[in-house]
Each structure stands twice: as C-alpha cells, then as structure tokens.
C-alpha cells in the first residue's frame, strides 16, 4: 500500500463550481498534513497546510479525519486559474521526512 | 533570498554518462530534500539532509545514485552511470524546521538517451 495516496483524475470542472479531492495516508503516527500545488512543468509551492481543527483560506478549505486517516481539499467557486495538480503531502513518521501524493489534477472550463 | 537554487536546469545525456545535478538551499534551512518526479510515479523522495547529515536514502533507486552534501549551502546528486530510465525531473527542496514549507528548486531535467 502506498504511504499516500490520491485519486489523479483529472476533474473536469466548469467555473463557479465546487470540487473536492480527498487523500488518504497509510501510517497512523503521521503528524503533519499539507496540500501542494503545482502548475505545469513548475515547481511544487505550499497551498495550505491541514489543521486538526480544520482551515479555511479564502476559497479553500482543508480538512483532516485522523480516524479515517485522510484529509481533504474543498475548492469554491472554481477558477480558471485553479487548473493545477494538486499534491497531498504527509509528514510521515513524525519527523522531516515529506513524503508527496502522486496528485490530482484539475481542470477548471470556461 | 533568490530561493532553492538547482543547475543545470536542463540535461541531456547518453547512457552510461556520469551525471551531476546541484542545489543550493535557501540560507538558514536546516532540512534538504532530493526528489524525483515521473508521470508514472508521480514525486518520489529520495534523499534527504538534516544539517548537512543524510538521515534517509532508502528512497535511493540503487548504488548508481549517490548524494553528499558537503556543507549546509550546496548538494549534489550523482548518477553514474546514467540509464535512460533515470529520465526525469528532479528537484531539490529545503526546510527551515521540521513541519515548516518545503520550497523547491525549478527542477533539473535530465533526458538519458
């Protein structure tokens, strides 16, 4: 089994609408949980991290089940420009050891 | 701070080449990390540094790779000899603390032929 694993789509979305992806994790003791995103041919960048509690940025919310060990990404009223991969990352183990998700990616239509 | 620095960005090589991809991580971050990126695989870690210590390479495909990083602003990551099956983009990330962002290097990408 994968230490992280995501659905890679792709979404197909029109604008306005809303779409989640969710990612599960194989190891219980993980401690840290990002999303990651990542345009074409560039580099990963941080989008947000997950909190227990979960969080909300603007448009994006994050959330984490420990129980069912997976964290979900919920993205608002789509924009073109949200037409990304976007990466689940576990901080596995409890120690700096980021392990990345193979992604999902989006497609976000005029 | 200019940010990860990786060169070359580009690489094209023949089979049983050595290759030497390099990163300088951002001043002041204590964790660095070797990545590979695939469309099959998706990113794959396969080093990485605290404080200059290699503290897991079981991500290391096989005795071709190797990794050192001598100091705590340059790292470099070795393949020799060079299979076309290593094609692909790798990326270099450091960290400032343990669950703090990772930022990444524009990637290498290297094209075994």
């Known amino acids: 089994r994968k230490e992280v694993e995501q659905d890679p789509g792709p979404f197909n979305v029109p604008e306005g609408a809303t779409v989640a992806f969710n990612c599960t994790y194989s190891n219980s003791a993980s401690q840290s949980f990002f999303w990651y995103r990542q345009d074409c041919r560039k580099e990963p960048k941080l989008l947000m991290s997950?909190?227990?509690s979960g969080n909300e940025d603007g448009r994006f919310t994050a959330q984490l089940n420990r129980a069912s060990q997976y964290i979900s990404l919920l993205i608002r009223d789509s924009k073109l420009s949200d037409s990304a991969t976007y990466l689940c990352v576990v901080n596995v183990e409890g120690f700096q050891k980021l392990v990345f998700g193979t992604g999902t990616r989006l497609l976000v239509s005029p | 701070d200019a940010g990860v620095i990786q060169s070359p960005r580009h690489e094209v090589t023949e089979m049983g080449q050595e290759v030497t991809l390099r990163c300088k991580p951002i001043?002041?971050?204590?964790?660095l990390f070797w990545y590979r990126q695939t469309m099959m695989r998706g990113l794959e870690l396969l080093i990485y540094f605290n404080n200059n210590v290699p503290i897991d390479d079981s991500g290391m495909p096989e005795d071709r790779f190797s990794a050192k990083m001598p100091n705590a602003s340059f790292s470099t990551l070795k393949i020799q000899p060079s299979e076309p099956r290593d094609s692909a983009v790798y990326f270099c990330?450091?960290?400032?603390?343990?669950?703090?962002?990772?930022?990444f290097g524009q990637g290498t990408r290297l094209t075994v032929v």
């Open positions: 990330a450091s960290e400032r603390a343990s669950n703090t962002e990772a930022f």
């Open positions: 997950v909190y227990s």
């Open positions: 001043s002041g971050h204590n964790s």
